[in-house]
C-alpha cells in the first residue's frame, strides 16, 4: 500500500496541488438569448394585456353599479363608449360566489350614439354575488 508522508499539511493538498480550472467562454451568448427570450414573452404578455382593455375592439366600457335582485335575477349600469356610425355588441356575466358563471346576456348597441349609459337586468340560474362585461365589440 503506497502512503504519502503528509507530515502536517492538509489530507486532501493545497491548492498547488491541483492543475489551474480550464477558463470558460461563451457565457455572454447565455445572457443575451436569456435576454431576448424573455423580452419576447414580457412583449407577449403585454399584448394579451392590452388587447384584453376594449381599446383595440374600438368600443370600451365601464361599470358604473351592480345589484343584485335575489337569487333569480341581477342588473347593472355601464357605460359604452364607441363610434357614433358603429352599432356595438357587449356581453354581460353574472358570477357566483366560486366565479362560475350563473347568468349572461348580449346586449346590442346601434349606431347613432358614441357614449351611452345601460341599464340591464339579466336573469340568473342562482344567487349572483358580481355581474361584469365581458367584452363589448363593435359590428
Not at 1 to 11: L, S
Not at 33 to 53: K, Q
Not at 110 to 120: I, Y
Not at 124 to 134: E, K, L, P, R
Request: neutral net charge.
Amino acid at each position: 500500500m503506497a502512503t504519502r508522508d503528509v507530515e502536517n499539511g492538509p489530507v486532501l493538498g493545497t491548492p498547488d496541488d491541483f492543475p489551474d480550472r480550464p477558463k470558460r467562454g461563451g457565457r455572454l451568448v447565455v445572457h443575451v438569448v436569456i435576454g431576448v427570450l424573455v423580452a419576447i414573452i414580457a412583449g407577449g404578455w403585454g399584448y394579451v394585456m392590452w388587447s384584453m382593455t376594449g381599446s383595440s375592439t374600438g368600443a370600451a366600457s365601464q361599470v358604473v353599479s351592480f345589484t343584485v335582485e335575489g337569487p333569480n335575477q341581477a342588473e347593472i349600469t355601464f357605460d359604452v363608449d364607441k363610434p357614433a356610425d358603429r352599432a356595438a355588441v357587449c356581453r354581460i356575466r353574472a358570477l357566483d360566489v366560486n366565479h362560475a358563471e350563473v347568468g349572461s346576456k348580449e346586449v346590442k348597441i346601434p349606431a347613432g350614439e358614441g357614449s351611452k349609459r345601460l341599464k340591464e337586468r339579466l336573469g340568473t340560474s342562482v344567487q349572483a354575488t358580481s355581474v361584469h362585461i365581458q367584452y363589448c365589440n363593435l359590428v
